[in-house]
């Protein structure tokens, strides 16, 4: 299994209040990314990162925002938890192969399930 | 993106085969068909995936359809532990000229396993 763990595991926290969940991964692989996924919607892409520092809006960013400041580690941080957040988020990674058009495989971390009362 | 349309769910009996579908009327020339699992409770995890030519892993094999606008993922004997949500994806280029690939997941098709 890929080298990904996801921190904490569970969270219930109060709407308004900040929340950072932290991806760390063991398999130097360039890129990462959260999901979040919802029943009725399957997962959907929030943010990734294509290197240190290197960061982009996915189909549903807004009320997140990301920071990797090392190879191993991808924060998503909710600056104002809303009731609509609660969900499982999930990261992922994945190493570039040929340049030209081969496909990547992404490899998921066990989710972080998190509820905004 | 191009689309994927899958059944919403399949039933199957243990040891037996599986053929779950998937249709990509849109699909580019570029996009690789990948296939995705999601076992209860637990992150997504690859199954396989392919561009032109039938595949064949450890796991499954896939078969592309020769105009490429519908796939097969083809389980050769289930057991009860290929219950799962099996997601169809065409994947597309993150960014103008890289090598990424963004997946784009829809809801899948739940298999069930009976014993």
């Known amino acids: 299994d890929a080298g990904i763990t996801q921190s904490p595991r569970h969270k219930v926290t109060e709407t308004g209040t900040p929340v950072t969940l932290r991806c760390h991964q063991t398999?130097?692989?360039?890129?990462m990314y959260w999901y979040r996924q919802d029943p009725g919607h399957g997962l959907r892409l929030i943010h990734y990162?294509?290197?240190?520092?290197?960061?982009d809006k996915g189909e549903v960013s807004d009320g997140y925002s990301v920071s990797r400041s090392k190879t191993e580690d991808f924060l998503l941080t909710l600056e104002s938890a809303t009731s609509s957040q609660t969900s499982v988020y999930f990261c992922?990674?994945?190493?570039?192969?040929?340049?030209?058009?081969?496909?990547?495989?992404?490899?998921f971390g066990p989710g972080t399930r998190l509820t905004v009362l | 993106d191009a689309k994927t349309t899958q059944p919403n769910s399949m039933e199957s009996n243990e040891e037996e085969p599986v053929h779950l579908p998937c249709n990509h009327s849109?699909?580019?020339?570029?996009?690789?068909i990948h296939w995705y699992r999601q076992l209860p409770s637990q992150g997504p995890e690859y199954v396989i995936h392919g561009l032109t030519s039938n595949v064949n892993n450890r796991m499954a094999s896939l078969a592309i359809a020769e105009d490429r606008k519908s796939s097969t993922l083809i389980l050769h004997r289930a057991t009860l532990r290929d219950a799962a949500v099996y997601y169809c994806?065409?994947?597309?280029?993150?960014?103008?000229?890289?090598?990424?690939?963004?997946?784009?997941f829809g809801k899948g098709t739940l298999l069930t396993v009976n014993p």
């Open positions: 994806i065409l994947n597309s280029a993150l960014n103008s000229g890289g090598s990424n690939y963004k997946l784009t």
């Open positions: 990162s294509y290197g240190v520092k290197d960061t």
């Open positions: 849109t699909i580019s020339g570029t996009d690789y």
């Open positions: 992922a990674i994945s190493e570039p192969q040929l340049a030209g058009g081969v496909a990547d495989t992404q490899y």
């Open positions: 398999e130097n692989h360039r890129y």
